[in-house]
């Protein structure tokens, strides 16, 4: 771990130069481990080319110290953020960067007063977020582990349904086994929609009992040694009728287009036209509401997006998810979704599980 925070301390540090920045404040908790190994989640990282800062409270500096093996450790006396400026105008720092998207008003506020008037607070979103978006092979190696879980899990809550089990029933079963698989946490709160539901995308699960002739959609993630999986299927509890195996069958068709599009050096937004292209030849399209993937890491949701209008070219090294669907209201919805990693001369699927429509 410490080998790889170099690294990134290293690419971090040219960034900056490049962009005139003397130093960088981290305040997303993913962000401050991927540059220290810090696993606390309270404080705030100041790293420039020549020290790496890390601001928190009592309750974490014994274990942030344990953690970063190198760098400083500051103990906050105070309002977090107050503390954080003091570093700042200690320092002398004339420049330093933010992301706009972990960062509040009232926080950029405390910092400007604190900083002092020689210390600009500049504008640099995505600048971390860009790092992360590159996985080296360690990482993804641990995503493979964290893929291969969320597949297990699946299966074995495509194994629970049944007509009259819950919905809340099956999400609580999946998170008790991903937990005793080794999952630190879900990755987001387990999705799991029956019949009319299942055309609600980020549906919560409710008391609803599954009945027969139902559409069921399971969509879950593990987090594993700090990284995230995300796996979709669709289940038709009964013999699905041939309108629900044709829109299965469009949205099997619309994933496999957007996966094969998947190259390093391809637009984001083309891989989503191709996933859209399938679609369209079926006349769905305008059922699907939401974009057609997303990167995968530390987070969730990460960059790059992949959506129309995103121009951002795919790097080896990234990991998104294709997730195509479609919904209609009042009778459920249809998506497939895995993780794909991008590598130089092709692609990998990390998740696991037949994507055919499963009939119980």
């Known amino acids: 771990m410490r080998t790889q925070v170099k690294n990134r301390k290293r690419a971090l540090f040219e960034l900056l130069r490049k962009s005139c920045l003397d130093a960088y404040l981290a305040t997303n908790p993913a962000d401050w481990f991927y540059l220290s190994g810090f696993t606390g989640e309270a404080g705030a990282l100041v790293a420039s080319s020549e020290s790496m800062t890390l601001v928190t409270d009592s ?20 309002a977090l953020f107050s503390a954080v400026g003091g570093v700042l105008s200690a320092k002398g720092w004339r420049r330093v960067g933010y992301d ?8 950029l506020g ?3 007063k604190t900083a002092g008037r020689g210390c ?19 990482e993804l190696a641990q995503m493979r582990k964290a893929a291969i879980l969320a597949s297990e ?59 027969k002739n139902e559409l069921v959609v399971l969509d879950l993630g593990v987090i594993l040694g700090h990284y995230c999986s995300d796996i979709t299927r669709t289940v038709f509890a009964g013999r699905a009728p041939r309108r629900v195996r044709e829109w299965h069958r469009a949205v099997q068709e619309a994933q496999e287009a957007a996966i094969s599009a998947a190259r390093a050096g391809v637009a984001c937004e083309a891989v989503d036209a191709a996933a859209r292209r399938v679609l369209a030849s079926y006349k769905l399209d305008q059922f699907f509401i939401h974009s057609t993937g997303h990167g995968l890491g530390l987070e969730v949701h990460e960059e790059p997006r992949i959506a129309k209008g995103q121009k951002r070219l795919l790097e080896e090294g990234n990991v998104i998810t294709i997730e195509p669907g479609v919904y209609v209201e009042g009778v459920g919805g249809i998506r497939i979704e895995d993780d794909v990693a991008i590598q130089r001369n092709g692609t990998e699927i990390l998740t696991r599980g037949t994507r055919n429509l499963i009939e119980l």
Do not use: C, W
Request: proline letters at 6%; glycine letters at 10%; a positive charge.
């Open 59 to 78: 309750r974490f500096t014994a274990q942030a110290r344990a953690e970063m093996g190198e760098g400083r450790v500051v103990q906050q006396k105070g």
């Open 110 to 112: 405390v910092l400007r």
């Open 120 to 138: 600009s607070m500049v504008q640099a979103p995505g600048v971390v977020q860009a790092l992360r978006g590159r996985k080296d092979a360690s």
């Open 153 to 211: 899990v699946m299966e074995s809550g495509i194994r629970m349904l049944k007509p009259g089990v819950r919905e809340l029933e099956i999400a609580a079963e999946i998170e008790y086994r991903m937990r005793k698989g080794g999952g630190s946490a879900p990755a987001f709160e387990t999705i799991v929609a029956f019949g009319e539901r299942a055309a609600l995308p980020h549906a919560r699960p409710t008391s609803k009992r599954l009945r």
């Open 100 to 107: 706009p998207n972990s960062l509040t008003v009232a926080q």
